[in-house]
């Protein structure tokens, strides 16, 4: 719904709620409770569909809304058997129109007040668990075999690193992924910061739930804009 006016965004969750069964709308209040955008995370160039999709099953488990991607070789796609749906509750935001798209998505980020953090190793970086969260946190995750970029990395404001005790160097990326995203999620949770979604960013969240449910849904926001006369 293109609006900024927060009665008319309710008025139309309201109807399209009304479309769907009391089971699901329950379920939408319970998970809408545990939703963040405190914590979010950045792809930077991940190719391979079933990594990318195993990223997006992640964050939906562990309440991460928004996911940033940024296609400057490769596309991001998505393998269905993988993601099991999950990318319809998730805002993928895209970056791909760019020359050097992953400087816009740090200054996109950076105006929506995050701190940036690479998860890469570097002569700077601190484990995970020595990680703070007082201010919002983008988590930007590269390819297995290439890493983040040297811009991405370049740019970021910290780095972090997993720990590992193995001859191996590094995780998969979904791994790191799933073991970063519990790691902080649950210390986010323990923790007193303010890291639920606004009102107006629960309702815009619960919108785009039932819009991914609701038969035609494109023919309801249109037949409710005209009604309300936005159109």
């Not at 009391?22 to 319970?30: D, I, T």
């Not at 980020?109 to 201010?135: F, Q, S």
Request: with cysteine; proline share 1%; hydrophobic share 40%.
């Amino acid at each position: 719904m293109k609006t900024d006016d927060l009665e008319i965004k309710k008025q139309f969750l309201k109807y399209l709620e009304s479309l769907i069964t009391a089971n699901k709308r329950s379920l939408f209040e319970q998970v809408i409770s545990q939703r963040t955008k405190h914590l979010t995370v950045v792809l930077e160039d991940i190719y391979q569909s079933q990594n990318a999709s195993a990223v997006l099953r992640t964050c939906d488990c562990f309440g991460v809304q928004d996911v940033h991607i940024i296609e400057n070789r490769y596309n991001y796609s998505v393998n269905p058997d993988v993601a099991l749906g999950s990318a319809k509750w998730l805002n993928l935001i895209k970056y791909s129109e760019e020359e050097d798209n992953t400087l816009s998505c740090y200054e996109a980020l950076r105006k929506k007040g995050y701190r940036i953090v690479a998860t890469t190793p570097h002569r700077d970086d601190i484990m995970l668990d020595e990680l703070e969260l007082v201010e919002k946190t983008a988590l930007v995750f590269g390819t297995e075999l290439e890493g983040l970029s040297d811009r991405a990395i370049a740019n970021a404001d910290a780095y972090v690193k997993i720990p590992m005790y193995g001859f191996t160097e590094s995780f998969n990326i979904s791994v790191s992924a799933a073991i970063a995203l519990h790691h902080l999620s649950e210390k986010l949770r323990r923790s007193e910061i303010n890291w639920q979604l606004s009102e107006e960013e629960m309702i815009d969240t619960r919108i785009l739930w039932a819009m991914s449910v609701v038969k035609h849904s494109d023919k309801h926001e249109k037949a409710f804009r005209k009604k309300q006369g936005l159109n």
